[in-house]
């Protein structure tokens, strides 16, 4: 057979596919310091081709990895110098706009905050968000499921998805671009490829349902004196709101006092002394009642003992200051390169499990660092944790274990919104039952019966 890269190109044109030579000259993630090893990037426009180059790979047995931001933390778009890379860099088309649908029809590689601004621009919402906004494309935040700052209220990538166009490993085109909020006729196919990592077919184009924009955002920072405040505070305001809570962030002090040192001002909204600390969103449809109804909550909250101090955003501006504070993970790179965790489980079984994990790894290697914050509004926590020696990918297999085990017996999850990939398929099995993984392997089987698409993550292939 000739080259992968000859036979592409005239699939895709000269500069539709990459060599492998100028593949290495590409970060393998934007996290990331190392390279993409692979024996070529194919850069489809538009879902035929996509097709035309998976058809080619299958009748050749070539193995494909599909990208798109780059935004991954669990090595689910990592290949191999034998790999072909699959990248829809080229697919950043917004379709069509419906706004008496309110839906929108996109190609897969269209960076979130495109959309957002598009939405914007025609008084419509999207409501997912997360920090790579700017880099993270739609067909990857579909692959992985994702969820970011606002899943308490509008659920995640998933809840957002009303049609898919996705392309076989063997090249054939399923093509599912419902636009109808209800459609109840047979198996819901897209399901199939939402949180499949890639695994089971290449998401190409997407229907997604837009909202109505919100009118007003009381944005609000909170200093909390302990974790049974933070979690009727929660509720406190969730039930005042009505359930327009938008986002309910929680950060451990450590983290806090990071980031707040860090910041453009020198310093956050309120001071470091408290032991927890809330970002409070809420979105309306009238900026003075809203805003009133807000401040009133935060008052009796604080007459209630639930928080100790509190700073609300002025401004629009004020507001994406506080979100800087929360997404500013990049602090805690400065000792060297942390492991990032991304766990789901019961709020209640918070304290008890954060307590327990730093006991665990101070006890194992004195002075690591855990820094803690997530969306507590939807049981997603992150973890960011250093060793001493600024090494913790040396010591990875050992925090892994002290991270993960303990959820099994909690029912919590080894994964809350960035998938498996590599990194996370050795603890697959204690947040999934035997039979679960094996209805899996049976889909991954059925759909790509030669294991071609993304091998080897989630888990092996038969």
């Known amino acids: 057979m000739m080259s992968p890269l000859i036979e592409l190109r005239a699939l895709l044109g000269q500069t539709g596919v990459l060599s492998a030579q100028e593949a290495s000259e590409r970060a393998a993630g934007i996290w990331r310091t190392d390279t993409i090893q692979a024996a070529c990037i194919a850069r489809p426009r538009t879902t035929q081709q996509v097709s035309q180059v998976l058809e080619f790979c299958h009748a050749h047995n070539l193995k494909v990895v599909t990208h798109g931001g780059l935004t991954g933390l669990v090595h689910g778009a990592d290949s191999t110098k034998s790999d072909v890379v699959l990248s829809l860099e080229l697919m950043r088309e917004i379709e069509e706009i419906n706004a008496v649908q309110r839906t929108v029809v996109v190609q897969a590689g269209v960076p979130l905050q495109n959309l957002q601004d598009a939405a914007d621009a025609e008084d419509l919402f999207f409501p997912l968000d997360l920090g790579g906004r700017g880099t993270a494309t739609l067909g990857g935040n579909a692959a992985t499921n994702a969820g970011g700052n606002r899943v308490i209220r509008y659920g995640m990538m998933r809840d957002m998805i009303l049609g898919i166009e996705a392309v076989l490993a063997d090249g054939t085109i399923v093509s599912s671009m419902n636009h109808l909020i209800k459609n109840n006729s047979g198996y819901d196919l897209k399901q199939l490829f939402i ?30 004196e302990n974790f049974n405040s933070v979690v009727e505070l929660l509720k406190h305001m969730d039930g005042g709101l009505g359930g327009s809570l938008s986002a309910f962030e929680v950060m451990w002090r450590d983290f806090y006092e990071l980031v707040a040192k860090g910041s453009k001002r020198g310093g956050g909204p309120i001071g470091t002394h408290h032991q927890f600390y809330a970002l409070v969103e809420n979105q309306g449809a009238n900026p003075k009642l809203d805003t009133e109804n807000f401040q009133a909550l935060l008052e009796s909250a604080l007459e209630m003992g639930l928080i100790e101090d509190a700073a609300i955003a002025r401004s629009e501006r004020e507001s994406l200051e506080f979100w800087s504070l929360r997404d500013d993970v990049e602090r805690t790179f400065q000792w060297g390169e942390p492991i990032i965790f991304d766990v789901s489980l019961p709020v209640d079984k918070m304290e008890s499990y954060t307590t327990a994990l730093q006991e665990n790894l101070e006890t194992l290697m004195r002075g690591t660092k855990v820094w803690i914050f997530g969306h507590l509004g939807d049981g997603n926590l992150h973890l960011c944790i250093q060793t001493p020696d600024g090494e913790a990918v040396t010591h990875r297999k050992i925090i892994e274990r002290c991270v993960y085990e303990p959820l099994q017996p909690i029912g919590g999850s080894v994964s809350a919104e960035h998938g498996i990939g590599l990194e996370k398929k050795p603890y697959l099995h204690l947040c999934r039952s035997e039979a679960e993984i094996r209805l899996m392997r049976t889909l991954k089987a059925t759909l790509d019966p030669k294991g071609l698409l993304n091998p080897g993550k989630i888990f092996n292939h038969l």
């Open 195 to 224: 949180g499949s990592e890639g695994t089971l077919g290449v998401i190409t184009r997407l229907v997604l349902r837009l909202r109505e924009k919100p009118l007003s955002r009381t944005t609000a920072f909170v200093g909390v």
